[in-house]
Nanobody
Framework: QVQFVESGGGLVQPGGSLRLSCAAS????????MAWYRQAPGKVREIVAS???????FYQGPVKGRFTISRDSAKNTVYLQMNSLKPEDTAAYFC?????????WGQGTQVTVSS
């Protein structure tokens, strides 16, 4: 089974930027789509952004215009560029499949937005 390793999180001030990476152990083009999800303390995991196999991208309202999802198929890696970060973006971020039964979740990468 394909496994995911997320990285790139950290502590950043409001208005700052981070770039998350998700390295997959197999071909990400094996799935109809990939997505970034996040889970804040005490909240359910939610989808943040997705990228379809044809390259189309979709974003949830709160991150639209601030986050950009992309991929490097040759490296089997999915990225999430996060700009203009807000305290409410604080969460553990995960990647996984989309439009496909989720595979085992990775450990995620923590993003903390605080002054």
């Amino acid at each position: 089974q394909v496994q995911f390793v997320e990285s790139g999180g950290g502590l950043v001030q409001p208005g700052g930027s981070l770039r998350l990476s998700c390295a997959a152990s197999g071909s990400i083009l094996s799935f109809p789509a990939m997505a970034w999800y996040r889970q804040a303390p005490g909240k359910v995991r939610e989808i943040v952004a997705s990228i379809l196999i044809n390259g189309d991208t979709f974003y949830q309202g709160p991150v639209k215009g601030r986050f950009t999802i992309s991929r490097d198929s040759a490296k089997n890696t999915v990225y999430l560029q996060m700009n203009s970060l807000k305290p409410e973006d604080t969460a553990a971020y995960f990647c996984n499949t989309y439009l496909h039964p989720p595979l085992d979740w990775g450990q995620g990468t923590q993003v903390t937005v605080s002054s």
